[in-house]
């Protein structure tokens, strides 16, 4: 016999392998035809645009890539007009990365179609389950992020 434990972690991981293909799936076919960026790329603007400005370091940390590849990533962000790289004046090693106005145009664009799209798929739910879901998904948050 599953118990409930067992039966909701099963639910959550495929809620979120078919929620994350239902992004990839928007992002690519629905609401990126202006700046072709990619949903990595795209998250790595939100990140920063929440932060304004950071480091590669904590941003690498964030997007859970090594350096290398937050490097890579950001090579072609820069190139595109997206991002904007600076060096710390203290420490010339570190370097900070914040978004350009194109950048910030592209994340606010984007997260708009986001979350109509998203708007659009939450109005099927009856008003008792979307206060549920919401609900659920505030406790949930709670808990994701004390494993910080």
Known sequence: MICIED??????????????????????????????LTLPQFKVLYIINNLKICNMSNLSEMMEVNKGTMTTMLNKLVEDGYVKRSNSIKDRRTVFVELTDIGIEAVGELQSKMLTALTTVVEKLQEDQQQEVSSALSNLSKIFKEKR
Not at 16 to 31: G, L, R, V
């Open 7 to 36: 039966e909701l972690a099963y639910m959550l991981q495929n809620f979120y392998i078919s929620f994350n293909s239902w992004m990839k799936f928007q992002f690519k076919n629905k609401f990126n035809s202006n700046f072709n």
